[in-house]
């Protein structure tokens, strides 16, 4: 059974940094790609930012390129976003998700595999 898990979410303020984590078990991990994405209340859910299978090639959203690096760490089955210079706007739920081909990263549909999200909430 695939299980993919967050962490490292909470309340901050304007300017403050988090890491979150994401777990994963069930699968190869190291031939997953992996992406993050957001949900704020009463919006779609958003790309947020995608790594390749091997961490060498990423990509980000137009609205956290600069501020956010996503990596992943293949020998402990983890993908990591780290935020920087957080906004109130970047107030959301954050996923992570996983994806075999790869082949779109932005495209949330093509995703195989979510975990359950966590919670960022940044206070001005």
């Known amino acids: 059974q695939v299980e993919l898990v967050e962490s490292g979410g909470g309340l901050v303020q304007a300017g403050d940094s988090l890491r979150l984590s994401c777990a994963a078990s069930?699968?190869?991990?190291?031939?997953?790609?992996m992406g993050w994405f957001r949900q704020a209340p009463g919006k779609e859910r958003e790309f947020v930012a995608a790594i390749n299978w091997s961490g060498g090639r990423t990509y980000y959203g137009d609205s956290v390129k600069g501020r956010f690096t996503i990596s992943k760490d293949n020998a402990k089955n983890t993908a990591y976003l780290q935020m920087n210079s957080l906004k109130p706007e970047d107030t959301a739920v954050y996923f992570c998700a996983a994806d075999f081909l790869f082949s779109v990263p932005e495209a949330e549909a093509r995703y195989d595999y979510w975990g359950q999200g966590t919670q960022v909430t940044v206070s001005s």
């Open positions: 069930g699968l190869p991990f190291s031939r997953y790609g």
